[in-house]
Structures are given as structure tokens and as C-alpha cells.
């Protein structure tokens, strides 16, 4: 398994390129996909924790003709393992090579168990490799050493959320050459520095206080004190903002940390501004449309 698992790894690297993007359910509007296809990103990945059925995922899939999509992710405690095999398999017969399905423990302030996750996720991929989902369709949302090991041996790679790039780095020192590492980062493609933290903000500062987030990033040597999302400093630590160039070095930042593909959640200034600041950032990252 590990020669078609590597092949497999080898082949989506060029077919993913290295820009993606991620957006959160249920806040895929109208039009917004076929978006991210034409721009030129190479993969959707869907957040907040699609229902087990998939039926998000199936109905993006069949409004675009290429584009890949992705989980990002599925929630282990929320979603029964038997049932996502299932519709893992209908939407790849109907979808072939399209799907990839990223599954994770959430965060442990909503469900108690995901506080020790390892021993769950180990048994979840057990069913879903039992019921036929192969490793080569699958990814791990993953932090911590030990998930970052396991992702690397069981999974296409790794799907960090909420990191910056010395996370990257360590996490490509974990995984080794061969697994995926998909990062997500938050974009908003705003010039003005204050603006752009405050637009960023509201939707951060919940996660700064998350246990798995916050130990994540004191683990990188950051100061409990410093993981304040009032402070520009922890903005800026994990979101990009600027004009295209400063969006390019922020997004690329992850790239040269050891990244294969880095996954842009464009925050804009309000919903109006979705699809207009999604063009700016396709344009700053010097994605072609059409392409």
C-alpha cells in the first residue's frame, strides 16, 4: 500500500498546485465554487463539520466539472463512521477521483472524549478502511506530534487549521517528504493593516481561547500572554493581510516552511464582498482564470 499511497501522494501535488481554499459550512453561497474553479485554485475544502451523509459535498461536486474537494473537516464524534464510508463511496462512483475525505477530533471544549482523540481516530480510520475507503482518499486534521505521525502513516497527509508557518515546519519534520501538508490560512485582502486586523479578529478570537488551538501555539514557544486576539501581534501570527504582495509572502510563507498546497479562507469585509475578494486573492497569488 505505502508504493500506491506515495504515487498517489506524488500525483495530487501536481494536480492540486499550490493554492486551495477553504470556507466554512454552511457558508458556501451560490456560485462560490464554480468560483473557486474557474480562478484557478486547485481544491475546495469544506469546514464545520459536514453531516455524515456528505449531501455538501455531493452538491458541490456536481455544480463544478474538476475542481477537487475536500472535508476539512468531518467530525469523528459527530459522524458514525459506517455512514461516511457509505457516502464517501456513492459520491466517488458518481464523482471518481474528486472526493477526498478529511476527518479530525474537533475541539474538546464541544465534545468531552476529544480531549484524549488518538485511540478514537485510530479506530475511526479501522471502519472506514474495513468498509473500503482507501488511504489514498483520505486526510487527518492534525496538531500535535503523534496525530502528525499517524496522518503521515494512514492518510494521504496532514490538514493543520489555525496555524502559522513554524507549525508548517514542524510538521513537515514529523511527516517526512512523502505525506500530503495542507495548512489552512486566513486571508483578508485588505491594504490597510488596522482594518484588515479588525476584520480578521471577531472571527479569530474564539480560537485563540480553544484548548487545542492555544496549546498548539504555546507549544511553538508563543506566550500565554501573547495569544490574545486583541493583541495585532496574534492576528498577524496566524492570518494574512496587505496588498498582493504582502498576501503572496504571507501565503507562500507556508509554502517554503514545507507546505504542498495552502488552503486560503478569504474573510472579506462583509458577504457582498465574498466573490470580489476572492478574485483579489486568486490575483495576488497569480492564478489564472480558466485555468
Known amino acids: 500500500m505505502s508504493a500506491?499511497?506515495?504515487?498517489?501522494?506524488?500525483?495530487?501535488?501536481?494536480?492540486?498546485?499550490?493554492?486551495?481554499?477553504?470556507?466554512?459550512r454552511p457558508g458556501v453561497p451560490a456560485g462560490f465554487a464554480e468560483e473557486v474553479e474557474q480562478l484557478g485554485f486547485g481544491s475546495l475544502w469544506l469546514g464545520g463539520s459536514p453531516a455524515a451523509d456528505l449531501a455538501a459535498i455531493e452538491e458541490i461536486l456536481a455544480r463544478t466539472e474538476r475542481l477537487l474537494v475536500a472535508t476539512g473537516i468531518v467530525n469523528v464524534w459527530t459522524a458514525d463512521a459506517a455512514q461516511v464510508a457509505d457516502s464517501f463511496?456513492?459520491?466517488d462512483a458518481v464523482h471518481p477521483g474528486r472526493f477526498i475525505l478529511g476527518v479530525g477530533p474537533g475541539h474538546p471544549e464541544r465534545v468531552e472524549q476529544a480531549a484524549r482523540p488518538y485511540g478514537p481516530l485510530v479506530e475511526y480510520l479501522d471502519v472506514l478502511e474495513a468498509r473500503g475507503v482507501p488511504?489514498?482518499?483520505?486526510?487527518?486534521a492534525a496538531l500535535g506530534d503523534r496525530v502528525l505521525a499517524l496522518a503521515g502513516e494512514r492518510t494521504l497527509g496532514a490538514h493543520p487549521y489555525f496555524v502559522p508557518p513554524a507549525h508548517t515546519v514542524r510538521a513537515r519534520s514529523v511527516l517526512g517528504p512523502s505525506p500530503l501538508l495542507v495548512p489552512e490560512v486566513r486571508v483578508a485582502p485588505e491594504a490597510d493593516a488596522a482594518a484588515a486586523r479588525d476584520r480578521l479578529r471577531a472571527g479569530m478570537a474564539p480560537y485563540f481561547a480553544l484548548a487545542n488551538y492555544?496549546?498548539?501555539l504555546l507549544r511553538l514557544g508563543?506566550?500565554?500572554?501573547?495569544?490574545?486576539a486583541e493583541r495585532d501581534e496574534a492576528i498577524d501570527l496566524v492570518a494574512v493581510h496587505g496588498d498582493a504582495a504582502g498576501i503572496r509572502a504571507g501565503v507562500d510563507a507556508h509554502l517554503a516552511a514545507g507546505a504542498d498546497h495552502v488552503l486560503a479562507q478569504v474573510v472579506p469585509a462583509s458577504e457582498d464582498e465574498l466573490l470580489p475578494d476572492l478574485r483579489r486573492?486568486?490575483?495576488?497569488?497569480?492564478l489564472a482564470p480558466g485555468a
Open 135 to 140: 488511504a489514498s482518499r483520505l486526510a487527518l
Open 214 to 216: 492555544r496549546n498548539n
Open 89 to 91: 463511496h456513492r459520491i
Open 281 to 286: 486573492v486568486a490575483a495576488a497569488l497569480g
Open 4 to 24: 500506491t499511497l506515495d504515487a498517489e501522494r506524488a500525483r495530487l501535488r501536481t494536480v492540486f498546485g499550490p493554492y486551495g481554499v477553504w470556507r466554512g
Open 222 to 228: 508563543c506566550l500565554d500572554a501573547e495569544l490574545d
